[in-house]
Each structure stands twice: as C-alpha cells, then as structure tokens.
C-alpha cells in the first residue's frame, strides 16, 4: 500500500498551543510537557498525502491510539503513515469507502506511538479508489 515518512520536531510551546485548542491540562514528566494523547492526529498537517488528494469530502470513522511512551518536549519524532486499508461497502446513502491508516512514530529507533485511522468517503468514485 501507500507509504510516505516525515521527521516531527516537538516543541514545547507546540503542545502548549495543541493543549490550549482543546482545553486540555498541561502535564510534564522530567520537567518536559508531555503532549495530549490526541495529538499525533495533527501530524498529519506535516505529511503531503498524495492518496488523499480527493474532490470528495471525507468523514471521521475513528480513531485509536496506542502508547509505548509519552510525547515530550523535545523529541524528534520518525514518522511513518500508511493506507493500511481500502474496503467499500453499500451504506443507505450509496457507496462508502473506508479508508484505514496507520500512523507509526518512533524517536532514537524506540516505538513511541501507533495511531490507527479511519476515514470515510461517501459517494462512488471507483476510479480513484481503484488507483490506489
């Protein structure tokens, strides 16, 4: 399937920032603020997804987060995003595709977070599905 990598520096005043825009406390281990759990959904702001590059508009299926170790302050995270998945269905308002993927981060070559995700197209478009 589909792959594509990005290095993810984590600052400070960015998870202070995240922490903010969803009223979420700030917590620190070590004297570094550890990152909310949610956060490694805004990675994907760093990541140019060609396989999503869709005129449909897409929804929110869910989400998974599994841990190893905090994010924290400080740490330069090797990030890994894959289309794991592609299944279509027939729903009450025509097709839908889903589509899975898995965020993988690591920093020093230690597994710190997996992050699976689904995203949910309504309408056929069997040609761009297809392609990937």
């Not at 620190?28 to 550890?34: F, M, Q, T, V, Y």
């Not at 995270?77 to 299944?87: F, Y």
Request: glycine fraction near 6%.
């Amino acid at each position: 399937m589909n792959r594509i990598h990005h290095q993810v520096h984590i600052t400070a005043e960015w998870i202070s920032h995240y922490a903010d825009s969803i009223e979420a406390p700030l917590q620190s281990i070590h004297g570094n603020l550890i990152a909310p759990a949610t956060m490694p959904v805004i990675f994907w702001q760093a990541f140019d997804i060609p396989w999503m590059n869709m005129d449909t508009p897409l929804m929110h299926g869910s989400q998974r987060f599994s841990y190893e170790a905090p994010i924290t302050a400080g740490m330069i995270l090797d990030c890994e995003l894959a289309l794991t998945n592609v299944e279509r269905k027939e729903g009450k308002r025509g097709v839908l595709t889903f589509f899975t993927h898995t965020l993988v981060c690591t920093c020093d070559g230690e597994l710190i977070v997996t992050a699976d995700t689904v995203l949910i197209r309504v309408g056929d478009d069997h040609e761009k599905t297809h392609n990937l």
